[in-house]
């Protein structure tokens, strides 16, 4: 049972087949959110070893990580060595009824097997190949492995991440990028597609691992290229506005307050009852409160840390000022925009007795995602593809399996 969409409705990419041959998140989180909105995604992962994803983080009773249960979910589980001859022609067969293929691996991998994309492109000319690399399929490092934290420390985002006087930081979750690179892989698979539908021609996709996030920077690189101007580490503050930061409530929490312009700053200082803080001889021009930021955000947090959570938010919001709590995941769980919104989607009874997940998105009104089901124990459907699809025997299918193929 689970608490996810209609399972009769219409979806989006009712129709397209996808072979996920790639591992961890990167590529896989792009089909995962095609299976979501009815792609049938067919992950191929090495017999008797699995996706790492299998085993990353926390394990669940049914011996796969929770991370596998949500992100693979939707997803057909079939095992195929693509290293062996044998392996490689059942690829082929599966290239040649699919749309998409989905492939993550070391720049010139699929190539130095034979299956890269002049070979793929060849039996199916409609095929569209999306390639997550750590950076790119061109390039003096086209080679180099790549993970997403190599890639935000690539990117410039790292740099930023900290105090100004402190090292460089995490920025979040260690995943960021991958997430990021396989959602730009999905929007990059629907404008193929949309391409498709039009020439009748496929394409392939290239992503490097640190490209999304380098591209999300807002105007760090054509101020550089305009000034010379190098952006430093600021811990919460922001570079062109202020107060934009994180500010102490009396009952030993966190709010984000946000004033992007003079008007809002203006509302900022009638909620604290400090409305001269916003005249023009004192904080009222942006230009005023840049040159003094350190002395505004003093002045906020004063403020701020005379009030708990709820009574600083409460007026801020009846106030206007753009504003919100500092969340942890426990936070997440008991808040009812949440709640209100779906977000949190609760499944119960398959490979685990309650798994609850971040919800299908983006929220579709006509044509809407939807969970089938949860990541598959490894193998799982290579009866209903190798046999239902390519119409191979039992008999092959126990050779295939003995030789170590499947």
């Known amino acids: 049972m689970t608490d996810a969409?209609?399972?009769?409705?219409?979806?989006?990419?009712?129709?397209?087949?996808?072979?996920?041959?790639?591992?961890?998140?990167?590529?896989?989180?792009?089909?995962?959110?095609?299976?979501?909105?009815?792609?049938?995604v067919i992950k191929i992962e090495?017999?008797?070893?699995?996706?790492?994803?299998?085993?990353?983080?926390?394990?669940?009773?049914?011996?796969?990580?929770?991370?596998?249960?949500?992100?693979?979910?939707?997803?057909?589980?079939?095992t195929l060595d693509l290293r062996k001859p044998d392996g490689k022609a059942l690829l082929e067969e599966l290239v040649?009824?699919?749309?998409?293929?989905?492939?993550?691996?070391?720049?010139?991998?699929?190539?130095?097997?034979?299956?890269?994309?002049?070979?793929?492109?060849?039996?199916?000319?409609?095929?569209i190949m999306l390639r997550v690399t750590g950076y790119g399929q061109t390039g003096p490092k086209a080679r180099e492995p790549g993970f997403a934290r190599i890639a935000h420390a690539f990117s410039g985002l790292t740099h930023l991440a900290g105090e100004a006087d402190g090292p460089p930081l995490m920025p979040g979750s260690t995943t960021l990028a991958d997430y990021l690179s396989g959602a730009y892989g999905?929007?990059?698979?629907?404008?193929?597609?949309?391409?498709?539908?039009?020439?009748?021609?496929?394409q392939y996709i290239d992503i490097a691992l640190y490209e999304p996030i380098f591209r999300f920077l807002d105007e760090m690189v054509p101020v550089y290229g305009f000034n010379g101007f190098v952006r430093q580490r600021m811990?919460?503050?922001?570079?062109?506005?202020?107060?934009?930061?994180?500010?102490?409530?009396?009952?030993?929490?966190?709010?984000?307050?946000?004033c992007t312009n003079d008007k809002m700053f203006a509302r900022l200082a009638t909620?604290?009852?400090?409305?001269?803080?916003?005249?023009?001889?004192?904080?009222g021009h942006i230009e005023k409160r840049l040159a003094k930021r350190a002395e505004v955000n003093a002045v906020v947090t004063v403020w701020t840390s005379s009030l708990n959570q709820d009574q600083l938010l409460s007026q801020l919001a009846e106030g206007e000022v753009p504003s919100g709590p500092?969340?942890?995941?426990?936070?997440?769980f008991q808040d009812p925009q949440y709640a209100a919104r779906g977000d949190l989607v609760t499944w119960h009874g398959e490979r685990i007795d309650e798994i609850t997940m971040p919800t299908v998105m983006p929220k579709l009104s006509e044509t809407p995602g939807?969970?089938?089901?949860?990541?598959?124990?490894?193998?799982?459907?290579?009866?209903?593809?190798?046999?239902?699809?390519?119409?191979?025997?039992?008999?092959?299918?126990?050779?295939?399996?003995?030789?170590?193929?499947?």
């Open 5 to 40: 969409a209609n399972t009769n409705a219409i979806q989006s990419l009712d129709g397209i087949r996808v072979l996920d041959l790639a591992t961890f998140i990167a590529g896989p989180f792009s089909t995962t959110i095609m299976g979501e909105f009815g792609a049938e």
């Open 46 to 78: 090495q017999p008797g070893i699995g996706d790492p994803l299998r085993r990353f983080g926390t394990t669940a009773p049914c011996g796969d990580s929770l991370i596998w249960l949500q992100e693979s979910r939707n997803k057909k589980c079939i």
């Open 96 to 127: 040649k009824q699919s749309d998409v293929v989905v492939e993550n691996f070391r720049t010139g991998t699929l190539e130095r097997w034979g299956v890269g994309w002049e070979v793929l492109h060849a039996i199916n000319p409609r095929l």
């Open 186 to 202: 999905m929007m990059g698979v629907m404008l193929a597609l949309r391409s498709r539908d039009r020439t009748g021609q496929g």
């Open 235 to 258: 811990g919460a503050d922001t570079v062109n506005v202020v107060p934009h930061s994180h500010y102490p409530t009396a009952d030993g929490k966190w709010v984000a307050i946000a």
């Open 271 to 283: 909620v604290m009852e400090q409305p001269e803080l916003a005249d023009d001889d004192r904080f």
């Open 326 to 332: 500092i969340y942890d995941v426990a936070d997440i």
């Open 370 to 406: 939807r969970i089938n089901h949860l990541g598959a124990q490894l193998g799982a459907h290579n009866e209903a593809i190798y046999g239902a699809l390519l119409g191979l025997s039992a008999q092959r299918m126990d050779e295939l399996k003995t030789w170590g193929v499947i």
